[in-house]
């Protein structure tokens, strides 16, 4: 089991910035491929970043590239969502999620554990 934990949201103004935390507990944090996802009120859970677990590849979906940054501190089993440059849409509840599998991916049946979510709230 891996036990995930979000922090950082908040509200803040168009334009502003976050830092979304994760820190992971139980299996060894390192073996994961860690994944952002948000769910805004009406819509899909949807992809926002991924980090592999061998050599910290991410991947963005579209429309956070340029603006948002994952990390991670395996030494601090922590996984970090950085959002600049925040807009009116990227409002949303943001998840945490750690993968199993060998590559990261992008698929949300792929991930086997997920913290409770942070929300994110971004004023126009």
């Known amino acids: 089991q891996v036990q995930l934990v979000e922090s950082g949201g908040g509200l803040v103004q168009a334009g502003g910035s976050l830092r979304l935390s994760c820190a992971a507990s139980?299996?060894?944090?390192?073996?994961?491929?860690m994944g952002w996802f948000r769910q805004a009120p009406g819509k899909e859970r949807e992809f926002v970043a991924g980090?592999?677990?061998?050599?910290?590849?991410?991947s963005y979906a579209d429309s956070v590239k340029g603006r948002f940054t994952i990390s991670r501190d395996n030494a601090k089993n922590t996984v970090y969502l950085q959002m600049n440059s925040l807009k009116f849409e990227d409002t949303a509840v943001y998840y945490c999620a750690a993968s199993a599998l060998i590559s990261q991916t992008p698929r949300i049946y792929e991930y086997d554990y997920w913290g409770q979510g942070t929300q994110v709230t971004v004023s126009s």
């Open positions: 980090i592999s677990w061998r050599d910290s590849i991410t």
């Open positions: 139980g299996r060894t944090f390192s073996n994961y491929n």
